[in-house]
Nanobody, 117 residues
Framework: QVQLVESGGGLVQPGGSLTLSCAAS????????MGWYRQAPGKQRELVAI???????NYADSVRGRFTISGDNAKNIVYLQMNNLKPEDTAVYYC???????????WGQGTQVTVSS
C-alpha cells in the first residue's frame, strides 16, 4: 500500500508564492513518475507538472516559467514551487504517482490552493 500525503496549500494573494509537498510512504521500490494535477470547478483535471524516474520534467504551458517541480529521492518527497500565482491557478491540487511493474496509479487526497485578494 502506497500513500501520498500533501501539504502546503492555502490562500495566497495574486503574485504570491506557495510550495506544495507530497510525501510518499509504503512499499516503495521505485517510481515511474511523480507529479501534480489540478482541477478547478467546472473544468477538466489537468496536468500541472510531472517528473519521470529519469529526472525529466514536463509542465503545462500555463505554468511553465512560474512553477518548478523537484524531488528528494532519499525522502520520497516531491515538491511544487509555485511563484507569481494568478487567480486562474485556483484549484484543488492532487499529488500523483505511478509505480512499476503494472503502472499502478496513486493519488493524494487533494489540497486547495486559492489565489485571491
Amino acid at each position: 500500500q502506497v500513500q501520498l500525503v500533501e501539504s502546503g496549500g492555502g490562500l495566497v494573494q495574486p503574485g504570491g508564492s506557495l510550495t506544495l509537498s507530497c510525501a510518499a510512504s509504503g512499499s516503495i521500490v521505485s517510481f515511474n513518475a511523480m507529479g501534480w494535477y489540478r482541477q478547478a470547478p467546472g473544468k477538466q483535471r489537468e496536468l500541472v507538472a510531472i517528473m519521470s524516474s529519469g529526472g525529466r520534467t514536463n509542465y503545462a504551458d500555463s505554468v511553465r516559467g512560474r512553477f518548478t517541480i523537484s524531488g528528494d529521492n532519499a525522502k520520497n518527497i516531491v515538491y511544487l514551487q509555485m511563484n507569481n500565482l494568478k487567480p486562474e491557478d485556483t484549484a484543488v491540487y492532487y499529488c500523483y504517482a505511478e509505480l512499476p511493474p503494472r503502472r499502478t496509479v496513486y493519488w493524494g487526497q487533494g489540497t486547495q490552493v486559492t489565489v485571491s485578494s
